[in-house]
């Protein structure tokens, strides 16, 4: 393959749940299932393509490393990748950290009590692990769909022994609005409070964002993020597309997010990926599946 480099892109980072990833689910499942999502044949094959090139190929997402590993694994991910929404940034291979932050306690805390009177349901992350305190509908739909399982406790609020990587609020849209008016109210400054999807509320360090993860991403490849194509769906995603040279909304983003865009892929997830892509790199062959 020739490519033309356009704006003299040099890596290319991928949003995970609702952009690289297909939902491979059959018609008949109603319930999310381990596996039921993946890289997709033919992406990896434009990928492994721009790689020859000398494209880097990262991964920003708000999951942790465990999480992520099958997804860095298939996409052979060879930049720095971004976690936990910017918090880790670490290598692809052995999770080694460039950068990690932490959750303030005291934040962690009053997310902890917000949740409770509003009946969400919490997951607090360390680095290398998940816990959860109660087995609910929420809990169960999570783990239904995540890569491995959660450590239980009797209390997250016992965890705050030392500080978290962030705190994961979920449950519906409405008492997630709620509970983030009340929180940005007494935050001020100690974290930031970011939609990763319409049921997920993260609770993440001060100062932390996608953007800020590509910002040092970016220092560790010794490119600018200006060579770098973005890719993304939820409202975690917009400030990275901004600061990217090229930032990619795929066709299920939400509309904030593509406003944010330089770019809307008529498609979704790994279709839409491939169709920009293709947009950005000229003579991009494909390998389609069967």
Not at 206 to 213: E, I, L, P
Request: some cysteine; overall charge negative; proline content about 4%.
């Amino acid at each position: 393959m020739t490519s033309r480099q356009v704006h003299d892109i040099a890596a290319v980072y991928f949003d995970l749940d609702g952009t690289l990833l297909d939902d491979v689910r059959g018609a008949g499942d109603k319930q999310d299932r381990k596996g039921a999502t993946r890289v997709g044949t033919a992406v990896r094959h434009v990928l492994s393509r721009l790689q020859n090139d000398g494209i880097r190929v990262g991964i920003a997402t708000g999951r942790m490393f465990q999480s992520a590993r099958p997804y860095l694994d298939a996409s052979g991910c060879d930049a720095p990748a971004i976690l936990f929404n910017g918090a880790r940034v670490a290598d692809p291979h052995t999770n080694e950290a460039y950068f990690q932050a932490h959750l303030d306690q005291g934040a962690a805390r009053l997310a902890l009590e917000a949740a409770g009177r509003l009946g969400l349901h919490v997951n607090l992350y360390r680095e290398d692990r998940y816990f959860m305190d109660s087995d609910d509908e929420w809990a169960r739909a999570f783990i239904a769909k995540e890569t491995y399982d959660p450590h239980w406790v009797a209390s997250l609020a016992d965890l705050l022994d030392r500080d978290p990587v962030k705190l994961l609020l979920i449950g519906v849209s409405e008492r997630l609005d709620e509970c983030r008016r009340e929180l940005e109210e007494r935050f001020g400054r100690l974290a930031v409070l970011v939609f990763s999807e319409p049921e997920f509320l993260e609770v993440l360090p001060s100062g932390m964002s996608k953007a800020d993860g590509l910002l040092r991403a970016c220092r560790v490849l010794g490119i600018r993020p200006e060579q770098v194509a973005a890719f993304g769906d939820g409202p975690n995603d917009s400030d990275m597309l901004m600061r990217a040279g090229i930032g990619v909304a795929v066709a299920n983003a939400r509309p904030e997010v593509k406003a944010a865009a330089d770019i809307v892929a008529p498609f979704a997830g790994s279709k839409g990926v491939i169709w920009a892509l293709q947009q950005i790199f000229s003579g991009l062959d494909v390998v389609h599946e069967a």
